[in-house]
């Protein structure tokens, strides 16, 4: 097994304090740490899918996200949210790109899996299964839980936030996963799916998904240029977020208007 830079416990934690204001600074909102070594603990995913199976001297995952601001998600299918998207994930790649810079000059190996990881919409309906799982990964980071809707949901912004990590072989004290589930179970995501993609289950939290489907849909909204669809995330009650602004921000009106511009089938 190839070692990274031996550090002591005050650098590891200097290290982490760093990480977390760049990021900040990045505009991120969020930022956690996972062990590696928690993709074999957990062994949710296949062994071809953990950090170590492919750069064997991974040894940290920070993960960063960014929120989806409900005002323009609740417009959703619009070019207002797809936009949205866009920039989200634009700064997603950018920061991450910058924190694995950053470790690279403090002589420390990183990269970063960028947050989807496909070149079109087209290869998911054939194939709906990413390279790396960014929900896993903020899941073992311990921002958060994984809900029956299959997102991420974060006491802050419950599924509204997109995340990309960085991978290195820094040692950096990991955060805790989050033991408690954050997911209501209250049924809104399936109710409200266009295209009834889940179906719950007795056994656990997390509904049995026909990605398929919810593929297919992506693929007819991607067309139309308002990509992509988001309203499991959207109508999810979890999350601070809806103090800020409540159970519904936009009116009837504007929610038509938002989707009468700038993509087709509007
Ligand atoms: S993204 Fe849209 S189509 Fe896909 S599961 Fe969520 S609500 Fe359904
Ligand atoms: S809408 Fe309800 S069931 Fe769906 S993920 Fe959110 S809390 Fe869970």
């Known amino acids: 097994m190839m070692n990274g830079i031996a550090m002591t416990a005050a650098e590891k934690t200097a290290l982490k304090k760093k990480i977390k204001s760049e990021a900040k600074k990045f505009g991120m909102n969020l930022a956690g740490f996972a062990a590696a070594s928690r993709w074999e603990e957990y062994a949710n995913t296949a062994p071809e899918f953990y950090p170590r199976s492919i750069w064997p001297w991974s040894k940290t995952v920070v993960v960063l996200g960014a929120q989806i601001f409900l005002p323009m998600i609740e417009t959703t299918p619009s070019i207002v949210y797809s936009e949205l998207y866009n920039t989200t994930n634009r700064l997603l790649d950018e920061s991450s ?39 896993l990964a903020g899941y073992y980071a311990g921002l958060g839980t994984v809900g029956f809707n ?63 489907r919810c ?28 103090k800020i602004y409540g159970a519904r921000s936009v009116s009837e009106g504007g929610m038509i208007h938002c989707r009468s511009f700038g993509s087709k089938n509007s």
């Open 97 to 135: 790109y910058r924190i694995a810079n950053f470790l690279n000059t403090l002589g420390h190996r990183a990269l970063f899996f960028p947050r989807d990881g496909y070149g079109d919409i087209s290869v998911l309906v054939e194939k709906p299964e990413a390279a790396f799982s960014q929900v």
């Open 150 to 212: 299959h997102t991420l949901l974060t006491p802050e912004y419950g599924p509204r936030v997109r995340f990309a990590s960085v991978i290195t072989d820094a040692d950096i004290t990991p955060d805790r996963v989050t033991k408690r589930d954050l997911c209501k179970n209250c049924g809104v995501c399936r109710k409200q799916c266009p295209v009834g993609a889940f179906t719950p289950r007795e056994d656990k939290i997390i509904a049995d998904m026909d990605k398929h």
């Open 215 to 242: 593929a297919s849909y992506h693929q007819k909204l991607k067309n139309e240029l308002h990509y992509p669809c988001g309203v499991c995330a959207m109508v999810c009650p979890v999350g601070q977020d809806r």
